[in-house]
Protein backbone atom coordinates (compact mmCIF):
# COMPACT_ATOMS: atom_id res chain seq x y z
CA UNK A 1 0.00 0.00 0.00
CA UNK A 2 1.15 3.34 -0.62
CA UNK A 3 0.45 6.79 0.96
CA UNK A 4 0.56 9.89 -0.52
CA UNK A 5 3.11 12.12 1.85
CA UNK A 6 1.86 14.78 3.26
CA UNK A 7 3.73 17.99 3.29
CA UNK A 8 5.37 19.78 6.60
CA UNK A 9 3.63 22.88 5.00
CA UNK A 10 0.11 20.65 4.59
CA UNK A 11 -3.10 22.25 6.42
CA UNK A 12 -4.04 20.65 9.58
CA UNK A 13 -7.93 20.54 7.77
CA UNK A 14 -5.82 18.69 4.97
CA UNK A 15 -3.78 16.35 7.35
CA UNK A 16 -1.12 17.81 7.69
CA UNK A 17 0.37 18.59 10.95
CA UNK A 18 -1.10 21.32 13.50
CA UNK A 19 1.17 24.47 14.25
CA UNK A 20 0.98 23.80 17.70
CA UNK A 21 -0.05 20.40 19.48
CA UNK A 22 -2.40 22.08 22.30
CA UNK A 23 -5.00 24.68 21.94
CA UNK A 24 -4.43 28.09 22.24
CA UNK A 25 -7.96 29.67 23.50
CA UNK A 26 -9.10 33.29 22.66
CA UNK A 27 -8.96 34.38 25.89
CA UNK A 28 -7.69 33.36 29.59
CA UNK A 29 -7.82 34.65 32.97
CA UNK A 30 -4.15 34.68 35.37
CA UNK A 31 -4.70 33.80 38.64
CA UNK A 32 -1.83 33.75 41.20
CA UNK A 33 -0.99 32.57 44.77
CA UNK A 34 -1.60 36.02 46.08
CA UNK A 35 -4.78 36.04 44.42
CA UNK A 36 -5.95 32.78 45.94
CA UNK A 37 -4.48 33.94 49.34
CA UNK A 38 -6.87 36.94 48.91
CA UNK A 39 -9.82 35.15 48.64
CA UNK A 40 -8.71 32.37 51.28
CA UNK A 41 -8.59 34.81 53.54
CA UNK A 42 -12.39 36.55 53.13
CA UNK A 43 -13.66 32.74 53.37
CA UNK A 44 -11.93 32.71 56.86
CA UNK A 45 -13.48 36.17 57.82
CA UNK A 46 -16.52 36.98 58.87
CA UNK A 47 -17.77 38.90 55.82
CA UNK A 48 -18.29 36.46 52.46
CA UNK A 49 -20.61 39.42 51.12
CA UNK A 50 -21.71 43.15 51.63
CA UNK A 51 -18.46 43.63 54.03
CA UNK A 52 -15.30 45.62 53.85
CA UNK A 53 -13.71 44.41 50.74
CA UNK A 54 -16.48 45.31 48.42
CA UNK A 55 -15.58 49.30 49.20
CA UNK A 56 -12.16 48.74 49.02
CA UNK A 57 -12.31 47.00 45.69
CA UNK A 58 -14.86 49.92 44.82
CA UNK A 59 -12.64 52.99 45.74
CA UNK A 60 -9.29 51.37 44.13
CA UNK A 61 -11.44 50.78 41.01
CA UNK A 62 -12.84 54.46 40.88
CA UNK A 63 -9.09 55.64 41.45
CA UNK A 64 -7.65 53.52 38.68
CA UNK A 65 -10.25 54.94 35.76
CA UNK A 66 -10.27 58.50 37.28
CA UNK A 67 -14.38 58.53 38.53
CA UNK A 68 -15.57 60.17 41.49
CA UNK A 69 -17.37 56.84 42.24
CA UNK A 70 -17.89 52.69 41.31
CA UNK A 71 -20.68 50.50 42.13
CA UNK A 72 -19.87 46.92 41.93
CA UNK A 73 -22.48 44.26 40.21
CA UNK A 74 -22.28 40.32 40.29
CA UNK A 75 -21.83 40.99 36.34
CA UNK A 76 -21.04 43.26 33.72
CA UNK A 77 -24.82 42.23 32.23
CA UNK A 78 -26.17 43.22 35.65
CA UNK A 79 -24.10 46.61 35.87
CA UNK A 80 -25.48 47.16 31.74
CA UNK A 81 -29.11 46.66 33.10
CA UNK A 82 -28.59 49.30 36.67
CA UNK A 83 -26.98 51.81 34.49
CA UNK A 84 -30.14 51.45 31.75
CA UNK A 85 -32.40 51.69 35.33
CA UNK A 86 -30.86 54.92 36.49
CA UNK A 87 -30.37 56.61 32.82
CA UNK A 88 -34.36 56.71 33.07
CA UNK A 89 -34.95 54.09 30.47
CA UNK A 90 -38.37 52.85 30.78
CA UNK A 91 -41.34 51.50 28.53
CA UNK A 92 -41.45 54.03 25.32
CA UNK A 93 -37.93 55.82 25.38
CA UNK A 94 -35.46 54.15 22.53
CA UNK A 95 -31.50 53.98 23.26
CA UNK A 96 -28.84 53.89 20.29
CA UNK A 97 -26.36 51.61 20.70
CA UNK A 98 -24.35 49.43 18.31
CA UNK A 99 -24.98 46.31 16.04
CA UNK A 100 -21.48 44.68 16.23
CA UNK A 101 -21.74 44.32 20.41
CA UNK A 102 -22.41 41.56 22.87
CA UNK A 103 -26.11 41.18 22.74
CA UNK A 104 -26.27 42.02 26.81
CA UNK A 105 -25.49 45.94 25.27
CA UNK A 106 -28.66 46.18 23.77
CA UNK A 107 -30.73 43.42 26.35
CA UNK A 108 -29.95 45.44 28.94
CA UNK A 109 -32.44 48.44 27.12
CA UNK A 110 -35.07 45.88 26.42
CA UNK A 111 -34.55 44.64 30.60
CA UNK A 112 -36.23 48.08 31.18
CA UNK A 113 -39.04 48.01 28.35
CA UNK A 114 -37.17 50.80 26.19
CA UNK A 115 -36.57 50.11 22.44
CA UNK A 116 -32.86 49.60 21.49
CA UNK A 117 -32.20 51.44 18.14
CA UNK A 118 -29.21 50.55 16.18
CA UNK A 119 -26.90 52.85 14.45
CA UNK A 120 -24.07 51.69 11.80
CA UNK A 121 -20.08 51.38 12.91
CA UNK A 122 -17.61 53.01 11.40
CA UNK A 123 -15.49 51.28 8.68
CA UNK A 124 -11.92 51.46 10.97
CA UNK A 125 -12.51 51.27 14.43
CA UNK A 126 -15.98 49.70 13.90
CA UNK A 127 -17.22 51.58 16.76
CA UNK A 128 -20.59 53.57 16.79
CA UNK A 129 -20.41 56.52 13.73
CA UNK A 130 -21.34 59.75 15.59
CA UNK A 131 -23.17 60.82 12.18
CA UNK A 132 -25.01 57.69 12.16
CA UNK A 133 -26.25 57.94 15.51
CA UNK A 134 -27.31 61.57 14.51
CA UNK A 135 -29.26 60.27 11.78
CA UNK A 136 -31.25 57.64 14.37
CA UNK A 137 -32.28 60.34 17.33
CA UNK A 138 -35.74 60.64 17.76
CA UNK A 139 -38.51 62.43 20.39
CA UNK A 140 -38.27 59.30 22.06
CA UNK A 141 -34.03 58.66 22.36
CA UNK A 142 -33.08 59.28 25.80
CA UNK A 143 -29.62 57.54 26.00
CA UNK A 144 -26.68 56.72 23.95
CA UNK A 145 -24.53 53.15 24.43
CA UNK A 146 -21.16 52.95 22.69
CA UNK A 147 -19.15 50.20 22.71
CA UNK A 148 -15.69 50.37 22.82
CA UNK A 149 -14.80 47.72 20.40
CA UNK A 150 -12.42 45.42 20.87
CA UNK A 151 -10.92 47.67 23.06
CA UNK A 152 -10.78 50.82 21.33
CA UNK A 153 -12.35 53.66 22.48
CA UNK A 154 -15.15 54.86 20.57
CA UNK A 155 -14.79 58.25 19.49
CA UNK A 156 -16.87 60.47 22.55
CA UNK A 157 -16.38 63.71 21.62
CA UNK A 158 -18.87 63.73 19.22
CA UNK A 159 -21.05 61.20 20.72
CA UNK A 160 -20.88 63.43 24.00
CA UNK A 161 -21.84 66.54 22.42
CA UNK A 162 -24.94 64.96 20.71
CA UNK A 163 -25.89 63.52 23.96
CA UNK A 164 -25.62 67.45 25.25
CA UNK A 165 -27.51 68.78 22.32
CA UNK A 166 -30.31 66.46 22.82
CA UNK A 167 -30.44 65.93 26.46
CA UNK A 168 -29.23 62.29 26.07
CA UNK A 169 -27.36 59.90 28.96
CA UNK A 170 -24.30 58.09 27.20
CA UNK A 171 -23.71 54.83 28.77
CA UNK A 172 -20.17 53.46 27.32
CA UNK A 173 -19.89 49.93 27.72
CA UNK A 174 -16.15 49.43 27.86
CA UNK A 175 -16.46 46.01 28.80
CA UNK A 176 -13.46 45.62 26.25
CA UNK A 177 -11.57 48.38 27.50
CA UNK A 178 -10.45 48.61 31.39
CA UNK A 179 -7.44 50.74 31.09
CA UNK A 180 -7.93 52.13 27.48
CA UNK A 181 -7.19 55.81 27.39
CA UNK A 182 -9.10 58.57 24.81
CA UNK A 183 -7.52 61.98 24.35
CA UNK A 184 -5.24 61.37 27.51
CA UNK A 185 -7.92 60.30 30.17
CA UNK A 186 -8.58 56.91 31.50
CA UNK A 187 -11.92 55.10 30.30
CA UNK A 188 -14.93 55.81 33.44
CA UNK A 189 -13.80 59.54 33.51
CA UNK A 190 -15.70 60.45 30.76
CA UNK A 191 -18.84 59.51 30.27
CA UNK A 192 -21.83 59.74 31.93
CA UNK A 193 -21.64 56.02 33.50
CA UNK A 194 -19.23 53.31 32.09
CA UNK A 195 -19.69 49.94 32.41
CA UNK A 196 -17.38 47.18 33.03
CA UNK A 197 -16.92 43.28 33.03
CA UNK A 198 -14.50 41.37 35.04
CA UNK A 199 -15.68 37.79 33.17
CA UNK A 200 -12.19 35.60 32.69
CA UNK A 201 -11.51 37.30 29.51
CA UNK A 202 -11.38 40.31 30.49
CA UNK A 203 -8.14 42.65 31.72
CA UNK A 204 -9.12 41.75 35.12
CA UNK A 205 -11.05 38.99 36.57
CA UNK A 206 -13.53 38.38 39.77
CA UNK A 207 -14.93 35.16 38.06
CA UNK A 208 -18.29 36.94 37.66
CA UNK A 209 -18.40 40.70 38.26
CA UNK A 210 -18.99 43.97 36.55
CA UNK A 211 -18.33 47.81 37.80
CA UNK A 212 -20.29 50.71 36.54
CA UNK A 213 -17.87 54.41 36.92
CA UNK A 214 -19.36 57.46 37.41
CA UNK A 215 -18.83 61.24 38.22
CA UNK A 216 -22.67 61.88 38.98
CA UNK A 217 -23.32 61.30 42.76
CA UNK A 218 -27.43 61.16 41.83
CA UNK A 219 -26.14 58.23 39.52
CA UNK A 220 -24.14 56.52 42.44
CA UNK A 221 -26.95 56.80 44.69
CA UNK A 222 -29.52 55.08 42.05
CA UNK A 223 -27.12 52.48 41.31
CA UNK A 224 -26.31 51.65 44.78
CA UNK A 225 -30.35 51.13 45.39
CA UNK A 226 -30.55 49.22 42.44
CA UNK A 227 -27.80 46.15 43.17
CA UNK A 228 -29.54 46.24 46.86
CA UNK A 229 -33.41 45.35 46.39
CA UNK A 230 -33.61 49.27 45.67
CA UNK A 231 -33.03 49.56 49.77
CA UNK A 232 -31.83 52.67 50.88
CA UNK A 233 -29.25 52.35 53.17
CA UNK A 234 -28.30 55.87 54.63
CA UNK A 235 -26.64 55.26 57.65
CA UNK A 236 -28.13 58.14 59.36
CA UNK A 237 -31.78 57.61 58.65
CA UNK A 238 -31.52 54.38 60.05
CA UNK A 239 -29.68 55.53 63.02
CA UNK A 240 -32.83 57.73 63.58
CA UNK A 241 -35.46 55.39 63.21
CA UNK A 242 -34.08 52.16 65.01
CA UNK A 243 -31.63 49.34 64.05
CA UNK A 244 -34.19 47.26 62.45
CA UNK A 245 -35.78 50.04 60.19
CA UNK A 246 -35.19 50.33 56.25
CA UNK A 247 -36.79 51.27 53.37
CA UNK A 248 -37.34 50.01 50.13
CA UNK A 249 -37.81 53.31 47.46
CA UNK A 250 -37.17 51.65 44.39
CA UNK A 251 -37.89 48.45 42.45
CA UNK A 252 -34.32 46.64 42.35
CA UNK A 253 -32.35 43.67 41.97
CA UNK A 254 -29.83 41.52 44.28
CA UNK A 255 -27.22 42.34 41.60
CA UNK A 256 -24.42 42.34 44.75
CA UNK A 257 -20.77 40.97 44.15
CA UNK A 258 -19.58 39.18 47.42
CA UNK A 259 -16.24 40.18 49.55
CA UNK A 260 -15.13 36.48 48.86
CA UNK A 261 -14.48 37.79 44.98
CA UNK A 262 -14.16 41.42 45.59
CA UNK A 263 -11.05 40.55 47.48
CA UNK A 264 -9.98 38.96 44.10
CA UNK A 265 -11.02 41.75 42.32
CA UNK A 266 -8.42 44.25 44.42
CA UNK A 267 -5.52 41.69 43.91
CA UNK A 268 -5.67 41.54 39.98
CA UNK A 269 -6.49 45.76 39.83
CA UNK A 270 -3.23 45.72 41.01
CA UNK A 271 -1.71 44.02 37.56
CA UNK A 272 -3.95 45.86 35.46
CA UNK A 273 -0.97 47.93 34.26
CA UNK A 274 1.12 44.86 33.51
CA UNK A 275 -2.05 42.79 31.72
CA UNK A 276 -2.35 46.28 29.46
CA UNK A 277 1.32 46.49 29.13
CA UNK A 278 1.41 42.72 27.79
CA UNK A 279 -1.51 43.32 25.28
CA UNK A 280 0.09 45.95 24.12
CA UNK A 281 3.09 44.18 23.34
CA UNK A 282 1.12 41.60 21.69
CA UNK A 283 -0.74 43.63 19.45
CA UNK A 284 1.88 45.07 18.34
CA UNK A 285 3.90 42.03 17.22
CA UNK A 286 0.57 40.96 15.73
CA UNK A 287 0.30 43.97 13.55
CA UNK A 288 4.12 44.27 12.16
CA UNK A 289 3.81 40.27 11.41
CA UNK A 290 0.54 41.25 9.37
CA UNK A 291 1.89 43.70 7.40
CA UNK A 292 3.52 41.15 5.31
CA UNK A 293 -0.24 39.18 4.86
CA UNK A 294 -1.76 40.99 1.89
CA UNK A 295 -5.04 39.10 2.73
CA UNK A 296 -4.93 39.84 6.21
CA UNK A 297 -6.29 43.80 7.79
CA UNK A 298 -5.00 44.29 11.00
CA UNK A 299 -7.40 46.57 13.44
CA UNK A 300 -6.89 50.17 12.70
CA UNK A 301 -5.81 52.23 16.29
CA UNK A 302 -6.78 56.21 15.76
CA UNK A 303 -4.42 58.73 16.70
CA UNK A 304 -6.85 60.06 19.85
CA UNK A 305 -6.88 56.22 21.41
CA UNK A 306 -4.68 54.12 23.57
CA UNK A 307 -6.71 50.58 23.24
CA UNK A 308 -6.92 48.24 25.64
CA UNK A 309 -6.67 45.41 23.61
CA UNK A 310 -9.57 43.15 25.10
CA UNK A 311 -9.54 41.27 21.05
CA UNK A 312 -6.94 41.63 18.31
CA UNK A 313 -9.68 40.45 15.74
CA UNK A 314 -8.79 40.80 12.33
CA UNK A 315 -10.32 41.03 8.33
CA UNK A 316 -9.96 38.79 6.05
CA UNK A 317 -9.64 40.64 2.72
CA UNK A 318 -11.71 37.85 1.03
CA UNK A 319 -10.76 39.66 -2.35
CA UNK A 320 -7.68 37.89 -2.12
CA UNK A 321 -8.36 34.90 -0.97
CA UNK A 322 -9.88 31.33 -2.53
CA UNK A 323 -12.11 30.58 0.61
CA UNK A 324 -14.56 32.65 2.79
CA UNK A 325 -14.10 33.22 6.43
CA UNK A 326 -15.48 30.13 7.60
CA UNK A 327 -13.33 28.17 6.08
CA UNK A 328 -10.02 29.71 7.16
CA UNK A 329 -11.92 30.12 10.79
CA UNK A 330 -12.10 25.94 10.40
CA UNK A 331 -8.29 25.74 9.01
CA UNK A 332 -7.11 27.90 11.87
CA UNK A 333 -9.03 25.62 14.75
CA UNK A 334 -7.36 22.68 13.15
CA UNK A 335 -4.33 24.08 13.98
CA UNK A 336 -4.90 24.35 17.04
CA UNK A 337 -5.68 28.41 17.13
CA UNK A 338 -8.53 29.09 19.35
CA UNK A 339 -9.94 31.41 17.30
CA UNK A 340 -13.56 33.05 17.87
CA UNK A 341 -15.62 35.75 15.79
CA UNK A 342 -16.96 39.15 17.95
CA UNK A 343 -19.85 39.96 16.80
CA UNK A 344 -22.59 38.12 14.92
CA UNK A 345 -24.61 41.58 14.85
CA UNK A 346 -27.26 41.70 17.55
CA UNK A 347 -29.69 41.96 14.93
CA UNK A 348 -29.07 39.35 13.09
CA UNK A 349 -30.12 36.96 16.08
CA UNK A 350 -33.37 35.49 15.82
CA UNK A 351 -34.97 36.92 18.77
CA UNK A 352 -34.59 40.39 17.22
CA UNK A 353 -35.30 39.28 13.86
CA UNK A 354 -38.28 37.99 14.91
CA UNK A 355 -39.35 40.65 17.63
CA UNK A 356 -38.25 43.99 15.41
CA UNK A 357 -38.84 42.58 11.70
CA UNK A 358 -34.61 42.63 10.88
CA UNK A 359 -33.69 40.17 7.68
CA UNK A 360 -30.04 41.81 7.00
CA UNK A 361 -29.15 44.10 5.05
CA UNK A 362 -29.81 47.38 7.75
CA UNK A 363 -26.64 47.83 8.87
CA UNK A 364 -24.04 47.40 5.83
CA UNK A 365 -20.74 48.73 7.31
CA UNK A 366 -21.42 46.17 10.57
CA UNK A 367 -22.26 43.15 8.53
CA UNK A 368 -19.43 43.49 5.96
CA UNK A 369 -17.23 43.74 8.61
CA UNK A 370 -19.51 40.25 10.53
CA UNK A 371 -18.26 38.57 7.07
CA UNK A 372 -14.45 39.18 7.18
CA UNK A 373 -13.55 39.23 11.46
CA UNK A 374 -11.62 36.86 13.04
CA UNK A 375 -10.48 37.02 16.62
CA UNK A 376 -6.92 36.09 17.28
CA UNK A 377 -5.76 34.55 20.59
CA UNK A 378 -5.24 37.83 23.17
CA UNK A 379 -4.84 37.83 26.64
CA UNK A 380 -2.07 38.66 28.93
CA UNK A 381 -0.79 35.15 30.34
CA UNK A 382 0.54 34.57 26.31
CA UNK A 383 4.12 33.63 25.86
CA UNK A 384 6.07 34.79 22.68
CA UNK A 385 5.95 31.29 21.70
CA UNK A 386 2.20 31.29 21.33
CA UNK A 387 1.93 34.69 19.70
CA UNK A 388 4.18 33.28 16.86
CA UNK A 389 2.28 30.11 16.87
CA UNK A 390 -1.25 32.49 15.94
CA UNK A 391 1.27 34.71 13.73
CA UNK A 392 2.24 31.26 11.70
CA UNK A 393 -1.06 29.64 11.71
CA UNK A 394 -2.17 33.13 9.76
CA UNK A 395 0.70 33.05 7.72
CA UNK A 396 0.45 29.31 6.77
CA UNK A 397 -3.28 29.42 5.61
CA UNK A 398 -3.21 32.82 4.20
CA UNK A 399 -0.35 31.53 1.70
CA UNK A 400 -2.04 28.77 1.24
CA UNK A 401 -5.54 30.40 0.02
CA UNK A 402 -4.50 32.83 -1.87
CA UNK A 403 -5.92 33.90 -4.99
C1 LIG B 1 -18.26 40.90 28.55
C2 LIG B 1 -19.22 41.91 27.99
C3 LIG B 1 -20.37 42.34 28.68
C4 LIG B 1 -20.78 41.85 30.04
O1 LIG B 1 -20.68 40.52 30.17
P1 LIG B 1 -20.79 39.75 31.58
O2 LIG B 1 -20.41 38.39 31.16
O3 LIG B 1 -22.20 39.89 32.02
O4 LIG B 1 -19.83 40.36 32.56
C5 LIG B 1 -21.15 43.33 28.10
N1 LIG B 1 -20.83 43.87 26.92
C6 LIG B 1 -19.74 43.48 26.23
C7 LIG B 1 -19.43 44.17 24.94
C8 LIG B 1 -18.93 42.48 26.73
O5 LIG B 1 -17.85 42.08 26.03
Request: aromatic share 8%.
Amino acid sequence: MTTTPVSPQALAINGGSPVRATFLPYGRQSVDEADIQAVVDVLRSDWLTTGPKVAEFEEAFAARVGAAHAVSFSSGTAALHAAAFAAGLKSGDEAITTPLTFAATANCVLYQGATPVFADIRGDTLTLDPEQVENKISPRTRAILPVDYAGHPVDLMPILEIARRHKLVVIEDACHALGAEYGGRPLGSIADMTVFSFHPVKHITTGEGGMVATNDAKFAETLRRFRNHGISSDARQRQSAGQWHYEMVLLGFNYRLPDIVCALGIQQLKRLDANLARRREIAAHYTAAFREIPAVIPPAVRPEANPAWHLYPIRLDLEKLTVDRAEVFRALRAENIGVNVHYIPVHLHPYYRERFGYKGGEFPVAEDAYGRLISLPMFHGMSDQDVDDAVQAVSKIAEHFRR
